[in-house]
């Protein structure tokens, strides 16, 4: 059984005040919850002070992106050994607004992605079209490309290590959640490519979360499709109440 995973990314949003008071609020919220992987990724600039706040606490830190290499004269990048260092567990790799607006690559995504996993960290890896892609239908294509070059040459038995997010570029922040339906059908090809480019007990042990427009009312359709583990939450992860309903509302049936 996938032990579902809610995590939130702030994106560029919330100042370190905003963000020290939405994590009390979190911590009192949801103290109580068990069989959830909780997990929040705020910006680069919180992550030390936040993971201080959310010691022996069931919130898990994770961090945007990274930078693959280890060290080096990149001004303005952020490395896995620095975000280890700074309480984080997790890291997203390739979100769509890297891709779309920072040159990310599913080459760099690769490369991040053996950096993530090298240094101790679980990797989130988002994937998925925009609406173009998805009108041309190639959604499939698309999606069977970004998982070949991205998890290139990484082992098998690293596999379980690693998160997948599958976030359609046309739901996010748009208001237009993918049905549970569309999201599962695309969530059941992901776990067959995994099945057939590894094997299938791996592919039912990797996590698979979807992304976009995740809000507390659709939350409980999406994660009662039998792929579905989880959710990667933008907007409604900035407001305490919306980001506890939707864990709450998360348990697998
Ligand atoms: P929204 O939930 O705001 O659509 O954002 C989704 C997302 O990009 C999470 O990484």
């Given at each position: 059984m996938r032990k579902p995973i809610i995590a939130g990314?702030?994106?560029?949003?919330?100042t370190l005040e905003e963000g020290e008071e939405l994590v009390n609020l979190l911590k009192r919220q949801l103290y109580d919850v068990e069989d959830i992987d909780i997990v929040l990724c705020p910006p680069f600039t919180h992550l030390a002070y936040i993971a201080d706040m959310l010691e022996s606490s069931n919130i898990l830190l994770g961090a945007q992106d990274m930078h693959w290499e280890e060290e080096g004269a990149y001004t303005g990048e952020i490395s896995g050994p620095m975000l280890k260092c700074a309480g984080c567990k997790f890291v997203l790799i390739g979100h769509s607004e890297r891709r779309q607006f920072f040159g990310e690559t599913n080459e760099s995504v690769n490369k991040k992605l053996a950096s993530a996993l090298n240094n101790g960290l679980t990797p989130i890896v988002c994937i998925g079209e925009d609406l173009k892609q998805r009108e041309k239908g190639i959604t499939f294509d698309l999606i069977s490309q970004q998982l070949e070059l991205g998890l290139k040459a990484i082992a098998p038995e690293r596999l379980k290590e690693i998160i997948i997010a599958y976030e359609p570029v046309w739901a996010i922040g748009s208001g237009k959640v993918a049905t549970s339906e569309q999201a599962q059908e695309v969530h059941r090809y992901i776990r067959d490519w995994l099945s057939k480019n590894y094997s299938s007990a791996l592919a039912q042990e990797t996590r698979i979360q979807y992304g976009g427009s995740v809000k507390p009312d659709n939350i409980a359709g999406l994660i009662?499709?039998?792929?579905?583990?989880g959710a990667l939450v933008?907007?409604?992860?900035?407001d305490a109440d919306s980001f506890s309903a939707i864990v709450r509302e998360s348990k697998k049936g």
């Open positions: 990314n702030w994106k560029m949003y919330k009662a499709q039998e792929d579905i583990d933008g907007g409604a992860s900035l």
